[in-house]
């Protein structure tokens, strides 16, 4: 059985704006398997950078229309979460939003599905499948 992903808020954008790494995302929506699972705090990065770009209705529409055809799951986070993310920042040099991503991919046993190279920073602590560039 395939392993789960975690999308990062770089991930999710790709495939919406078809940018570089759209394909693979694509792929991991359409298979039949392992969960999709993004944290509730990039979701949050991915509806704030669409009402930076195209405004509040678009990032809106999102949000109510396109995020709930997609075979995400979105996760929650306990304060434990929050805890378990500050302690990744206080170990790492990441936005404290990465950190909830890769946090929840720990957590999970899953694959961090990005393309954004702060990632790097991690080494091996979580499995990155890399998307893009």
Do not use: Q
Request: proline share 3%; with cysteine; net charge neutral.
């Amino acid at each position: 059985m395939k392993k789960k992903s975690v999308l990062d808020a770089y991930a999710l954008l790709a495939y919406l704006k078809g940018e570089s790494g759209h394909v693979r995302v694509k792929e991991l929506l359409a298979s039949v398997g392992p969960a999709l699972i993004i944290n509730s705090i990039n979701l949050g990065e991915v509806f704030y950078i669409i009402a930076r770009t195209r405004g509040i209705r678009e990032a809106d529409y999102f949000l109510s229309v396109i995020l709930p055809s997609l075979p995400i799951t979105v996760y929650e986070n306990s304060l434990d979460d929050v805890i378990e993310a500050a302690r990744l920042k206080a170990a790492h040099a990441l936005s404290f939003a990465d950190c909830f991503a890769a946090s929840t991919a720990f957590r999970e046993r899953a694959a961090l599905v990005t393309g954004d190279p702060e990632f790097k920073k991690l080494g091996k602590a979580v499995e990155i499948e890399w998307v893009g560039k």
